[in-house]
T-cell receptor, first 115, second 111 residues
């Protein structure tokens, strides 16, 4: 079946540091890939997505590129802020280009950014 | 901006009791989902619902679980006889095709 593996956390950085959170996946077919973020006390929010190989998703300074050859979708940000402190989830959907397929999540990575 | 809402935010119940978790999806969405996250573990898919019927369910979603869309706005998850291992955060999500929008979750504690 499908699976998603994220790097172990928690991750602690100083403000303006470079962020990478690794994500690799196993799937049959051609899944869509997502990063969701959960701020304290809130629900999961879609951060970015990519629906086919070599697509780059980006939002709020975060980027991730769908790499089929390495089955990866690593999240990066060039300069993190304290407000980026949250839990980040990598996920895949086997619904093709849509999201009505179920999502399979990674275990989540806690990010804490200090001033 | 429209959002998915869930009630209650927290629920404590005794083992063997029935619980109903409620969700109000975004109004023009057609696909509805329940997920759960046991503390320290991954977010897991439970069930998807479309056109007034279950479209897919996981092996977790056994006969103790049921879902219903009783009216045009609510989407509920019922656990008939709760077990200790049902303690988790339950997330509702809805979609019009892309992407899935999540609610803030209901934290269920079974004693």
């Amino acid at each position: 079946g499908n699976s998603v593996t994220q790097m172990e956390g928690p991750v602690t950085l100083s403000e303006e540091a470079f962020l990478t959170i690794n994500c690799t996946y196993t799937a049959t077919g051609y899944p869509s890939l997502f990063w969701y973020v959960q701020y304290p006390g809130e629900g999961l929010q879609l951060l970015l997505k990519a629906t086919k190989a070599d697509d780059k998703g980006s939002n709020k300074g975060f980027e991730a590129t769908y790499r089929k050859e390495t089955t990866s979708f690593h999240l990066e940000k060039g300069s993190v802020q304290v407000s980026d402190s949250a839990v980040y989830f990598c996920a895949l959907s086997d619904g093709g280009g849509t999201s009505y397929g179920k999502l399979t999540f990674g275990q989540g990575t806690i990010l804490t950014v200090h001033p | 901006e429209p959002e998915v809402t869930q009630t209650p935010s927290h629920q404590v119940t005794q083992m063997g009791q029935e619980v109903i978790l409620r969700c109000v999806p975004i109004s023009n969405h057609l696909y509805f989902y329940w997920y759960r996250q046991i503390l320290g573990q991954k977010v897991e898919f439970l069930v998807s619902f479309y056109n007034n019927e279950i479209s897919e369910k996981s092996e977790i979603f056994d006969d103790q679980f049921s879902v219903e869309r009783p009216d045009g706005s609510n989407f509920t998850l019922k656990i008939r006889s709760t077990k200790l291992e049902d303690s988790a955060m339950y997330f509702c999500a809805s979609s019009s095709g892309a992407p899935q929008y999540f609610g803030p979750g209901t934290r269920l504690l079974v004693l």
